[in-house]
């Protein structure tokens, strides 16, 4: 886990969703101010902006530190998702014990 340096403006929010097929994410960008990252899960929406429009090493540090969690989560998914498709491909044999008569 990384945790910014603790200097500067607070941050807020604690938020879960559980995703599914309904989301889009987008990073908006503007020629004279930060940039905005949104997720839009369903009717929830979530946006991602820097404190006081400032980019600073914290902001950076946090945005560095996103995409290594997220690609961590990418990596965990496709890690679950190929032993799922390994075991729909080779299913365990069921062995039968017929009963001695």
Known sequence: MKRGSGNGPASGV???????????????????????????????????????????????????????AANDYLNELERLDGEARERAAHPTPVVQISGAA
Not at 24 to 37: E, K, M, N, V, W
Not at 39 to 59: I, K, R
């Open 14 to 68: 604690h938020a879960g969703i559980r995703v599914g097929a309904d989301w889009a994410i987008t990073c908006h960008s503007y020629p004279d101010r930060t940039p905005i990252l949104s997720l839009n899960v369903g009717t929830f929406s979530f946006m991602v902006s820097a404190a006081d429009q400032a980019v600073t090493a914290d902001h950076m540090e946090f945005a560095w530190a996103l995409v290594e």
